[in-house]
């Protein structure tokens, strides 16, 4: 019974892996996004100020914005989920292998105790994980991602017998 919940813990670590290892994605696609939009609207507005020569001060203000918004990428919500979801996803890879590792030690004779102290000490790990580089308000509810998680987490336990 207890190797059930084993399962279903590593399991569902497991989505939590490949859903942060998404998140990194997109938030770095965001920001690389918003990277060339500002590298392009300069480019423009210095294009459209150079070939016109008419309202200079709009022109002007719509590159320093665009340099304002490339700066002050560091401090927008996608830059901080990108790099607390690489942390998260690159310590909760090891800690599912750590479990991996305990799931293929379980033999028939384990003793219940021994496998509720194991998914209570990797639960633990986990809240230790995402309280260290991340707050309630770092990474707001995406279903795609978590929809795709789910499918990756799928397909990677079609190889394992339950």
């Known amino acids: 019974m207890h190797f059930q919940q084993y399962w279903q813990m590593y399991y569902d670590l497991k989505t939590n892996e490949y859903y942060y290892q998404l998140y990194a994605v997109h938030a770095g696609r965001q920001r690389d996004a918003l990277s060339i939009i500002c590298a392009l609207g300069s480019a423009a507005c210095v294009l459209s100020w ?49 479990i991996e590792k305990t799931w293929y030690s379980f033999s028939e004779e384990t003793p219940d105790h021994e496998v509720l102290e194991k998914i209570a000490a990797y639960q633990e790990e986990y809240q230790r994980i995402e309280e260290r580089f991340a707050d309630a308000n770092t990474f707001p509810p995406n279903q795609r991602l978590l929809e795709q998680a789910k499918t990756f987490t799928k397909n990677f336990f079609r190889r394992y017998p339950e």
């Open 50 to 98: 150079y070939q016109s020569g008419v309202l200079p001060i709009l022109w002007a203000s719509l590159i320093v914005l665009a340099q304002v918004v490339s700066v002050a990428q560091p401090y927008l919500p996608f830059d901080k989920r990108l790099t607390s979801a690489n942390y998260i996803h690159s310590d909760l890879s090891h800690l599912i292998l750590e």
